[in-house]
């Protein structure tokens, strides 16, 4: 079942062609010594059918539960043209469009895409994307060190996502990049930006979330400011969904804007599934444009003038420039780049405004109804997007557990990363929920505080 | 037409948009957006029809012939993408209790288990996201041995000048110097200048294998013995795995390291561009530095394996489980295989291979390494053509374009001028090869009674060749108004 | 080329066939087949490229703006087409017990209650599989009627020369006489001619309306009070219900009977020919004849209702349940527009008609009915055009495909000469119209200037046109080696 | 959300155009007194998101049980590929193929389909699909009729589907045809074809069900040479599964073979969906062609002799003949045909084969584990396809009930419309089902008669 169309008659008039004995005389270059004997411990093939209802009776078993998780991966509600169109073999089974004129489509979608990010995070140039939110934030800091050539120190907030914290430091470690840790304020759980210190001066780069971690909104502007008045780039973390309610980084503080802006599109029609693949995003401006990693593709015009689209400013990448390129980054996320344009374009700015307001409005309504449960309050009392750190009165890690028994998957337990939180949730109601779907965590929640 | 261009202000998708009244007096003032993104409004029928539109201005496997060489474009079995969007797994948050997901894990660690007994390997990573990430756990596992020994001197990794770019773009990414050695005129790593390459500043050396160049690496033995002995490490670049599956194991011929891009080995879609899965498998020595999470199986449970468990890893490189929904697809298809099915993988990829060679070498375009079985894939020169009537391997792949067939990887290895690399995959029949071949045939000729034509080609496909110089010189990025 | 033409004898697709070993010997020789079929020995890839490339090589409403009269080519919602084919749905054998599939059958309940709503009528039977045999299940209801009232001798149908042809093949089919009446000048019924034809042999008469000449009828109630004073029953034809919902009532109306084309007005695929679906609709003197199986609610739980309890039924026109999987599509539909969304489909449809009429007689090609609106059609008539320039509706409509757009449809009805008619629907863009018109506009200057250019069309697709003399006189209906 | 993409702006210079004053202008030809106030009973509109969690809770609370039933509607497994290429927009939404070079797509796929169908039934010609299995066998006998002018009797094994016969006889009925009903024999379970009447000789058809409705394999030689003998037309109804196996119609017989065979195509890729739709096919021998009712389509050559696909025989159908047509049918089950021509195409005349032998094989195997458990027993001996009427000792409906409640649907109960049976099943195990299926299957059904 390897999907091998040869028969018999076909394998003897090659051999013959190739004027070899048999297949296996094909291998005889291989030392003998090097041969294995098989792969034994492999189990034995499956058909379509079998592995099709193995595959059926673990899904079910794992069930769908109400889920109001995010902390960095968001269920919203999929139109079912994004999936029934990214679906078809002609972008499903393409490859990185090398030969643009047999790869308009793919080129295309990619130049709207790019055009879309850019506008959303106001910033002039977007690539094609690279591998998830996290490997974004490393990507960014990486381009900021690279411009800034001779600084190796990057301010990074507590506040960022604890998973993109870890990715980054795997990622640039290596590179001798110093990562300095901003803390957040224990009573708005903001970053005080205004305190970075004078010793920060040779920092290549200021990180901001926006929101954070906590779903809290940053003062963004001072945070630009501060990063640009110390001599360093501002780089934008973002949850790109936010920006349809929240300033584009593009246009933070009262200079320029940020320089760089990273994240994760997974909002944007992607599911869930376990983790990945999602779609990291990095757009910048226009200094930074030859630092950018990754494909990036531009209009021009062919033969005849016709305008067309192609893969270009490749002398950044590893192909071209091998040792020497901004980053080693070659298959990305393609087709979550498909997935995410049609998405954007079925939703336009109007109706990813209403997504947004309407997750942010349902987490509201959340609170509002927690409220009425004893010693259960929201962490921080400062302005929030659709995600809010809530403190409860005994660990969170059991009160989860309760939930789950209800089809409730009730947050994210806080406690492990951040310890001097107490017992916290974070948790996050998107547009899918309804009224009723809340009134029924908040009634799982006070089960499992009670029992 | 960009959808931008079909764009009308207040079109409305009012179906996709949430009933759900706003509520957003808490965002202050100054941290909201004022002026719209320019998204395109547009109908829920104008976005299909562009996309559905521009889709058919895409070649891909399900509609042609897609000899790229080094990308493996074989058949993506449709069952894995059905299997893959069941509503449950599509619906799993990733951080959501083990216990609630004991389905998908159980397929991911099963896939963990297989990629370990297809490679011979003691111990499997899944979470790389492509190849490249893959290659930069590699690196960094060697270079996390090497500090964990104090022996901080190995400051440099050993490339051979065939290697893919990822190669040394990888090493460097890892902060590591890149030395590169030479080929040989039979297309092996230049063994003597291994010799004179290797030495106390030698971290490791990253070998292709078969190579890009379609061959099976000759000195692989001797390669290693020569980089062990100078106390590096060896890793594999797994991206031609398909054309050893089930015939040796990267584990088995001494290598301490390996990367496997699922969306080639394993008939994952690339899906323009990716996304990919780069999984690593390592020796014994290595196991410690694995990237987390790994995947646990306890008293029948599945469950991650973090960084707590695993202090000496190097760490995390993304935020949650790689691109589990493409490991989910290799599981589909690895199950699929099973055991008898994987070495077939090899046998008929390699047959396939070597029949092309044999027929384009009738048509006078004989290997480049005429002496040499072609592994999975193999290259040609076009050079005496070029000589000939001017007309370049960038001309005949475009013509191919035009004669229905994707150009096969041009211009890759470096090392051979004016060449094709290419790779018809064990999914495609003896006919279609013919037809390659008889196409390829077709072109030579008009090369030679009308150059001109060759030249100019593509003629067919919605766009002529592209002023790529103008691309680079004036970037035309992005769409505003 | 052919499926059959790639297949080779041996290819095969294992992982397709089941893995249980044959055990046929149970099966009497003389009973058991010995020449295999002749079908396609293939790969996968082979069949899934083959089907894709095939795919392309048509016109639909994802790629191509599909004006065609009378068959309301408007969007398709994806959603319907994700929703229908949930697994659950797609399990539910027809003869499982009810119980085990209360969510199936409350969509179908759901929507039997609607369509009466829309329609106005008095009960609803969802089982006719398209239009014509909700046509025949309509006759067959008012047969039925006449028989149970011992009124035997009524055995005609009055049928309008402008009707589809499926009307009078219907009334056939069901065992009548068919008798024509004109249409006048101004695109009504001719109700003088109406009046002389019928009589104590009246069974009914069939209307479309709007008319399939695309203006609304209007002698609607004259016309009923003719029929219904001769002792017959009226039958509506609602193909064309995407121009009147929530406007008018074809219950309130008067009328006796309706069918509904779910796969127009519902926004139902039409597949390249189906399936569709027929729901038909009743006065309450009617109900008792209706098709069984019926939906049945009784203590919150939904249940068929068959012969059994519908003694007087006409029986029913299919093995289970109608196209079952068309009708959820067609609920999706019908929640999805809701109370407010249904009107708004008739408001548009309509506009996008007159719009599209306004701007065609702009450029010289007025609608045949010049003192009528436009229902959510129009017919223009090509005939000035072929007697100036020799050039036809038939060459008119070949151009536009050279255009980009789908043909409007030609020579229907056929009482108007050298026509079209152009339904654009509502889910279309004023900016599409506009384009349109553009084409059109083109075409008729190029039939001016080069009539040879325009009659040779289309010029661009993968065949020019047919010889469709030859496919008739000798028919090429199988491939057979 | 009735998918109108009409701006304001766009509906002013439309109504400007027009000359009218607002939409609502445009309805003036409706007589007054004819407007309706509205549709206020129709439930308010939902968007996607809120249409599609009611639909997947309705499907989950549905369920998926192990299903034992056939009877004229079988679960298979249907290749992945099938749906994810049939449910391509090009040819999802495509119209009939009116317009021959801009639908190619369509017209080869059914000139294909045509091809696949006329080897697989030995016949000659296809139509493109008439709806389902029931209205192929009545426009079988209308096409019969129609051929053997004056004679309007038809005789139809009782041992036919009983829906199918009923839906037969609600289409013909009117136009005055006589379905006179062949008896099964008690102890075969086949019909005796020999018996046929002398009285009979005024007969346009014979109908052969083969197998028939209780999976029983028929005598279809005897049967066809009776028919021809007393000169009647033979008309087969089959699963065209079952013909992977068994000897196509168009060679019964020691003659010609059938004349005409009709039956459901749902078994080849089409999901069982609570009934429809399905794939009726209709196909016959050379001289009944222009009987043939519904579309077809011939391979032709376009101006410059190049071969293209086009609808053919026009001259028989209702658009151009009107009340002479052959039959009414217009719109028929397109999208079907491509599913199943996909499925034939991927399995092949082997694939085909080993489907219909698994099939057969399981059910098989679940007649010898029923054989263990008292009072169960085959009512017929003789040899069947894929499906057996089963003797049980209490009535079927209250064990089918008690089944249920164990997840399994057990079979179709027969003692309603054949009272005469008795106690009695008709199930039917397809290739979907294990080993350890028809072992759980057997326990269940030994529980249900115990309890
Ligand atoms: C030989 C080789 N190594 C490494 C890579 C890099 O893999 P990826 O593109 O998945 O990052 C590729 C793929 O292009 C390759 O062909
Ligand atoms: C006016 C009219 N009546 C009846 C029909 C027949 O409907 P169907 O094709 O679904 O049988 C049609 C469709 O073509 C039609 O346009």
């Known amino acids: ?451 | 037409m960009l959808i931008f261009e079909l764009s009308r202000p207040g079109r409305r998708s009012a179906q996709l948009a949430p009933a759900i009244r706003e509520n957003t007096d808490d965002i202050p003032e100054r941290a909201r957006r004022v002026q719209p993104p320019l998204l395109p409004e547009v109908s829920e029928l104008d976005a299909v029809r562009h996309y559905t539109r521009l889709s058919q201005r895409n070649f891909s496997i399900d509609t042609q012939f897609y000899p790229l060489g080094s990308c493996t474009m074989k058949y993506n079995p449709r069952a894995a993408h059905a299997l893959a969007m069941l509503p449950e797994f599509l619906a799993r948050h990733p951080l959501a209790p083990e216990a609630t997901g004991q389905g998908f894990l159980a397929c991911l660690h099963e896939l963990q288990e297989m990629l370990a007994e297809i490679t011979g390997m003691a111990a499997v990573s899944l979470t790389p996201m492509a190849g490249a990430q893959g290659e930069f756990a590699g690196v960094a596992m060697i270079r996390a041995y090497h500090g964990a020994r104090g022996d901080h001197a190995r400051n440099e990794i050993i490339v051979p000048d065939a290697a893919h770019g990822t190669n040394p773009a990888s090493a460097t990414v890892c902060g590591f110097k890149v030395r590169e050695v030479p080929t040989t005129a039979e297309g092996n790593v230049d063994l003597g200048a291994l010799a004179a390459a290797v030495g106390p500043q030698t971290a490791g050396l990253m070998l292709t294998n078969p190579s890009t160049l379609g061959v099976f690496e000759a000195g692989i033995v001797e390669i290693q013995r020569i980089v062990h002995a100078a106390g590096g490490l060896t890793y594999y670049d797994g991206a031609n795995l398909n054309a050893i599956l089930g015939k040796v194991r990267p584990g088995d011929m001494g290598f301490d390291a390996i990367h496997m891009n699922l969306h080639k080995t394993f008939s994952t879609p690339h899906g323009g561009g990716g996304p990919g899965a780069g999984a690593v498998g390592v020796s014994e020595r290595l196991a410690a530095y694995l990237p987390v999470p790994l995947l646990g199986r306890e008293g029948g449970l599945y469950r991650w394996i973090g960084e707590r468990e695993r202090p000496q890893s190097i760490g995390r490189l993304s935020a949650f489980m790689g691109n589990a929904g493409v490991l989910l697809r290799a599981w589909v298809y690895a199950r699929m295989l099973g055991r008898e099915g994987m070495a077939r993988v090899a046998d008929f990829s390699t047959l396939n291979a070597n029949y092309l060679m044999a027929r384009l070498a009738r048509i006078g375009l004989p290997p480049f390494f005429p002496a040499r079985r072609a592994s999975h894939e193999f290259v040609v020169s076009l050079k005496p053509l070029k000589d000939e009537t001017g007309v370049s391997a960038m001309d005949v792949a475009k013509c191919l374009l035009d004669k229905g067939f994707h150009a096969p990887t041009t211009y890759f290895p470096a090392l051979v001028p004016e060449c094709l690399l290419i790779e018809p995959t064990e999914t495609e029949s003896k006919q279609t090869l013919d037809a390659f071949a008889d196409a390829l045939a077709e072109i030579l000729d008009l090369a030679r009674r009308d150059p001109q034509r060759v030249k100019g080609s593509p003629w067919t496909l919605p766009v002529r060749r592209l002023d790529d110089v103008r691309a680079a010189r004036e970037p035309d990025l992005a769409w505003n108004g």
Request: with cysteine; proline share 5%.
């Open chain 1, 1 to 451: 079942m390897s999907f091998i169309p040869h028969t018999a008659a076909d394998v003897g008039a090659m051999l013959c062609e190739i004027g070899a004995e048999s297949i296996e005389a094909l291998f005889d270059e291989i030392p003998a010594g090097l041969r294995c004997a098989g792969l034994e411990r492999l189990p034995a093939a499956m058909n379509e059918a079998e592995v099709t209802r193995l595959m059926q009776s673990r899904a079910r078993a794992d069930g769908l539960a109400l889920n109001f998780i995010g902390a960095g991966a968001y269920e919203h509600h999929i139109p079912a043209a994004v999936w029934q169109i990214a679906g078809r073999g002609e972008f499903y089974t393409s490859y990185t469009p090398y030969q643009a004129e047999a790869s308009q489509g793919t080129l295309q979608l990619l130049y709207e895409f790019q055009s879309m990010m850019a506008s959303l995070t106001g910033m002039d140039a977007s690539n094609a994307s690279v591998y998830d939110g996290a490997s974004a934030a490393a990507e960014a800091i990486l381009m900021a060190v690279r411009a800034k050539r001779g600084a190796r120190r990057v301010l990074i907030p507590a506040a960022l996502h604890p998973l993109y914290r870890r990715t980054v430091r795997s990622i640039v470690a290596a590179q001798g990049i110093e990562l300095v840790e901003l803390p957040w304020e224990a009573a708005s759980g903001t970053t005080n930006w205004k305190a970075i210190a004078a010793g920060a001066q040779e920092a290549a780069a200021v990180v901001v979330a926006q929101p954070n971690f906590f779903g809290v909104i940053e003062d963004a502007d001072a945070a630009t400011d501060r990063a640009h008045e110390i001599g360093a780039l501002a780089i934008a973390a973002c949850n790109p969904l936010a920006l349809a309610l929240l300033a584009p980084p593009g246009r933070w503080g009262s200079g320029a804007g940020a320089d760089i802006c990273c994240g994760d599109a997974q909002p944007f029609g992607i599911p869930l599934s376990g983790g990945g693949p999602y779609l990291g995003y990095l757009t910048c401006k226009q200094p930074l444009l030859r630092q950018l990693p990754g494909r990036i593709v531009g209009r021009t015009v062919d033969l005849d003038g016709k305008t067309g689209y192609t893969l270009t400013l490749q002398a950044r990448e590893q192909h071209i420039r091998r040792a020497k390129a901004t980053s080693n980054i070659c298959t990305n996320q393609g087709l979550m780049t498909a997935a995410a344009t049609i998405h954007l374009a079925l939703v336009g700015a109007e109706g990813l405004h209403r997504i947004a307001a309407a997750s942010h409005a349902r987490t509201r309504e959340l609170c509002a109804r927690l409220a009425a449960i004893p010693g259960v309050r929201p962490l921080f009392p400062g302005p929030f997007f659709h995600e809010r750190a809530i403190g409860l009165p005994r660990p969170a890690a059991g009160v989860l557990e309760r939930m789950v028994r209800n089809g409730i998957l009730g947050g994210h337990d806080l406690s492990q990363d951040y310890p001097e939180l107490g017992h916290a949730l974070l948790v996050c109601a998107t547009e899918t929920k309804t009224g009723a779907d809340l009134d029924r965590y908040a009634e799982a929640l006070a089960e499992a505080l009670s029992c």
